[in-house]
């Protein structure tokens, strides 16, 4: 069966990624920790490979994107020459509720190799069109905080994107940007064609000020792409008023995206067919797997995500 390396990335919670891990052994798994969080207690997991030149992340920045190209870089070297390989990405929150091996027999039988939904973004809505026509910078005035420096913030956000005239669409092409979830699963052939796009300067130029570019930058590049855009599982989707959380991959996250999930949500989460979900703290964890534990026993669930067409 191809391998599938792991790539997560954590900026909290030791313990989560260190129960992660240990469900996720045996295979490669490569963890980026945020560069503002002591990586002491994560250097003690065991069967993880650290990146080492870590990113200062911040949300809705492009720093999440060159976070992500390490991660990455690190998975392909891990698999090395492995036919059939793909890169699952997964966050420090997120947790199998499946057996693994129903996972990998997924990834293995369905007809597309390439597991990242998306929608257009240029699709005439000013919400949508103004991720990325507008300039935005939360690496330069990060979100979070609170009182005075969250107000000054987001007004230092406002200043700098002021007067600055809006992309014009033709910009992109001849890329079709798309919106998706972050937590996709792309073989290693289809990344070995779009990183050096992915790298290339002018390309990062174009999106180092849209609004949650990681949510867009690889989807676009593999939805662009003349070969691996005809591998995804629906090409690129009407939105019909969908937001990412309603079309993930392979793992369940709840609608509103900021949910932490305890034992109550088990149902929910064994009904969407899920392979992993997310969010999830170490101290809940257990409660977590109990939930759906508990909810499989009364009904098992589809076989495959939700959202997803059945196993043949």
Not at 240 to 247: L, T
Not at 266 to 292: M, T, W
Request: glycine share 8%.
């Amino acid at each position: 069966m191809p391998e599938i390396a792991f790539g997560v990335l954590a900026h909290q919670d030791p313990e989560m990624a260190r129960r992660l891990a240990t469900a996720l052994a045996g295979h490669p798994v490569v963890l980026h920790v945020d560069a503002t969080t002591d990586i002491t207690p994560f250097r003690d997991i065991p069967g993880v490979r650290l990146v080492e030149d870590r990113v200062d992340v911040r949300w809705g920045g492009f720093s999440e994107v060159e976070a992500v190209l390490r991660v990455y870089r690190d998975c392909l070297d891990e698999l090395g020459d492995a036919p059939g390989a793909k890169v699952a990405l997964l966050s420090g929150a997120d947790y199998p509720v499946r057996p693994l091996e129903e996972f990998f027999a997924y990834a293995e039988s369905v007809p597309w190799s390439e597991h990242v939904r998306a929608i257009p973004v240029l699709d005439g809505t000013p919400y949508m069109e103004n991720k990325i026509r507008r300039r935005h910078f939360y690496d330069a005035a990060p979100v979070g905080g609170a009182g005075w420096t969250k107000r000054r913030r987001g007004a230092t956000r406002r200043l700098l994107s002021a007067g600055l005239p809006r992309r014009r669409p033709e910009a992109f092409a001849p890329l079709t940007p798309v919106w998706g979830s972050t937590w996709t699963m792309l073989s290693k052939e289809c990344l070995d064609e779009i990183l050096p796009q992915a790298l290339d300067p002018q390309v990062q130029k174009l999106f180092r000020h849209t609004q949650t570019p990681l949510e867009m930058y690889f989807a676009t590049l593999v939805h662009s792409h003349p070969t691996w855009s005809t591998r995804t599982e629906l090409g690129i989707e009407p939105r019909d008023g969908k937001w990412p959380s309603e079309f993930p991959n392979f793992s369940y996250i709840h609608p509103t995206l900021g949910v932490w999930l305890d034992e109550t949500y088990g149902e929910e989460i064994v009904q969407s067919g899920g392979y992993f979900a997310r969010k999830i703290r170490s101290a809940d964890l257990d409660a977590v797997l109990r939930g759906v534990e508990q909810a499989r026993a009364v009904s098992p669930g589809p076989s495959a995500p939700r959202s997803g067409r059945p196993r043949a």
